[in-house]
């Protein structure tokens, strides 16, 4: 069972905490599928809010035929397309499959809402990020790679690294201190300017 | 905070807690705000290698949420039971349609088995006339082309005697009106 299936369960029985994870867990993606439609940033925010509320009402009819983040996605869509119908404003008529809004590199659609600022600041973490790596021990940046760049589970890290799993999860840990220590900078620098 | 913690989210950011460890973390983002904070830019950095290009890197809906949430219903186990049940359950008009299609089935079920039935009785009948006629047309009372009282007596007391074994209905009361003599 995946995390987000053993957390809806526990929001299923009245566990109102593992929905304030879900919540915390998505609502950069969340906020970001809804800036496609409502370009207003506040607005944008609102209507995220709503969703994810529509989302915790309906939350004992999802059955988890589909991934948690793809029922939510489709939440969100609908909500932001309403928040527009009510606001007497025409919804886009582009629509994004469920699947592409896991990665919007892979959704040219909602490129067309980033802004060069965000593009900049992206390019810049990214590569804050490549250069943290590099600068890791091996194993250590072996073991982030394979579990953010390919999308391996730890159990199969650690049967490609021929090392126990907890030994794989401190060494992701490790990795994402780095990485958290460099990306908090840059925050900050941001935030400063 | 402990390393140990911190783990403990990073970890969760991979999705890969599950039972206790899970109810840890969850204890800990509910009480600590350093490391709801910390999660959250773990979970950012995590979306930035996977190529999620965010326009806020610091939004935290959570707590406007939250609020929200209070008015709202806590689900329970018994509660989700009875709604999947709702969810399941047919509608009052169904039933009563249900038992208006059980009532006309019966009595469409009853015509065919009476229809049936006469038909049955008619074949029957018919038979009875056809033997009776068949017995009538012997005239001297002879079922038998055998010519010998002998043979003729053992071939009666033959079908007498195995008209217990007789497969359908309908047969033997044939073979009973041509064999039995008019005495029986």
């Given amino acids: ?193 | 905070m402990t390393i140990n913690q911190h783990e403990l989210l990073s970890a969760l950011v991979d999705g890969e807690l599950q039972g206790d460890e899970l109810e840890q973390a969850l204890l800990l983002l509910d009480s600590d705000e350093q490391l709801r904070a910390q999660f959250q830019r773990y979970q950012y950095s995590s979306d930035v290698m996977h190529g999620n290009n965010y326009q806020h890197s610091h939004i935290d809906l959570t707590k406007g949420i939250a609020q929200a949430l209070v008015s709202e219903q806590t689900f329970t186990k018994q509660g989700l039971i009875k709604h999947k049940a709702a969810l399941l359950a047919f509608p009052k008009q169904f039933w009563t349609q249900a038992a208006s299609l059980a009532m006309a089935a019966s009595v469409g079920a009853l015509a065919v088995v009476g229809i049936t039935s006469q038909s049955q009785n008619q074949f029957i009948a018919t038979s009875a006339v056809v033997a009776s006629a068949a017995a009538n047309n012997t005239g001297n009372g002879n079922r038998w082309t055998v010519g010998e009282p002998e043979i003729e007596d053992r071939l009666n007391t033959y079908l007498v005697d195995h008209n217990e074994y007789a497969g359908a209905s309908g047969v033997f009361s044939y073979a009973r009106l041509v064999s039995y003599e008019a005495g029986q």
């Fill in chain 1, 1 to 193: 069972m995946s995390v987000d299936q053993e957390l809806v369960e526990r929001v299923q029985a009245g566990d109102k905490k593992a929905f304030d994870l879900l919540v915390m867990k998505y609502q950069q993606r969340i906020v970001h599928v809804i800036t496609g439609f409502v370009h207003d940033p506040v607005e944008a925010l609102d209507v995220a809010q709503e969703a994810f509320i529509k989302a915790y009402r309906a939350i004992p009819n999802f059955r988890g035929d589909s991934a948690f983040y793809t029922w939510l996605y489709r939440i969100a869509i609908n909500t932001a397309k309403n928040y527009l119908t009510a606001a007497a404003r025409r919804p886009p008529t582009m629509d994004v499959d469920a699947s592409d809004a896991t990665n919007f590199y892979d959704a040219p659609e909602l490129k067309e809402f980033e802004t060069p600022e965000t593009s900049l600041m992206t390019a810049e973490l990214e590569q804050a990020i490549h250069q943290v790596i590099q600068a890791l021990p091996e194993d250590t940046a072996t073991a982030i790679k394979l579990r953010e760049f390919e999308g391996m589970s730890y159990e199969e890290i650690a049967q490609a690294m021929d090392c126990p799993i907890g030994t794989v999860r401190s060494r992701i840990f490790r990795a994402r201190e780095a990485i958290d220590n460099r990306v908090s900078e840059m925050i900050n620098q941001g935030e400063q300017q």
